[in-house]
């Protein structure tokens, strides 16, 4: 193969990286706000369970 024809090649398949890389890199920043919703959920989860098991101490003073 002939110099040319490889370097032609090779910028073309560097091309081809580097616009997967960016598909990649545009999808994993969308993912993030679904990543906070969903710790902002798992954290209420966790809070209404802590609540619902307290003790009711405030209950029993007449």
């Known amino acids: 193969m002939r110099p040319e024809t490889h370097l032609v090649l090779h910028h073309a398949c560097a091309a081809e990286l580097r616009a997967e ?12 706000p679904r990543d906070l919703r969903i710790r902002l959920g798992w ?9 619902a098991a307290a003790p009711k101490a405030a ?3 007449p």
């Not at 954290?43 to 609540?51: D, H, P, Q, T, W």
Request: charged share 20%; proline share 0%; glycine share 4%.
């Open 21 to 32: 890389a960016d598909v990649y890199r545009l999808a994993a920043q969308a993912r993030h």
């Open 59 to 61: 209950a029993a003073i």
């Open 43 to 51: 954290a209420l989860v966790e809070l209404g369970l802590r609540m």
